[in-house]
């Protein structure tokens, strides 16, 4: 595996380890990671600390031509958000571990000029997967979807709408998310 995949993949172990979501990401330039992050929703209570998020805000203030040399690796493909922070710093190139548990944004990155290689990971995969399988509501929570099953590869997850599908409320009322299901709010959530 790439070297900084592999980082990425590190990165989304220790946020799973911290009972976060497993999404890892890292920034390289010219060669060297610069900044290195995971998902921290569940951590931090925040809904925009995305893996790509952390790693930007790891590297700290940088010069444009830093951000336009470098490359962001990151274990799942790039959601809306990340794919705008992406062509706000003019980040020419983008490696995801995969695409079949959340489609990301990389056709229109590949519109905005940014290249865009999926590799498809077997160990990114089986992360999310293992992930989802584990935590539906929470992994619903973080990519705004009352049902994972929308965002999934049928050939890949074979039955998964049935095994992932979250308890629905009464109609028309929202599923809040569920504490007593094996994660915790962060300290920031609580106050
Ligand atoms: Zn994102």
């Not at 925040?46 to 490359?71: F, K, Q, T, W």
């Not at 020419?92 to 999926?118: H, N, T």
């Not at 089986?126 to 590869?153: C, Q, T, Y």
């Amino acid at each position: 595996m790439d070297p900084f995949l592999e980082a990425a993949l590190d990165e989304a172990r220790v946020g799973l380890a911290d009972g976060g979501i497993s999404i890892g990401s890292v920034l390289v330039h010219r060669g060297e990671i610069i900044g290195r992050g995971h998902n921290r929703r569940v951590q931090r209570g925040s809904p925009i600390l995305h893996a790509e998020m952390d790693a930007l805000e790891n590297a700290g203030r940088r010069a444009a031509m830093v951000y336009r040399e470098s490359v962001l690796h990151t274990t799942l493909s790039p959601c809306a958000m990340c794919r705008c922070a992406i062509v706000l710093y003019r980040i020419p190139r983008v490696i995801a571990g995969e695409s079949r548990s959340f489609m990301g944004e990389g056709e229109w990155l590949r519109d905005c000029s940014v290249s865009v290689e999926v590799v498809q990971d077997g160990d990114c995969v089986a992360l999310m997967k293992a992930f989802v399988r584990a935590h539906p509501e929470l992994w619903n929570e973080h990519i705004g979807e009352e049902e994972s099953a929308l965002r999934l590869d049928p050939v890949l997850w074979p039955g998964t709408s049935q095994e992932t599908a979250p308890p629905r409320g009464r109609a028309g009322t929202p599923t809040p998310p569920t504490p007593s299901s094996g994660w915790k709010p962060g300290p920031a959530a609580r106050g």
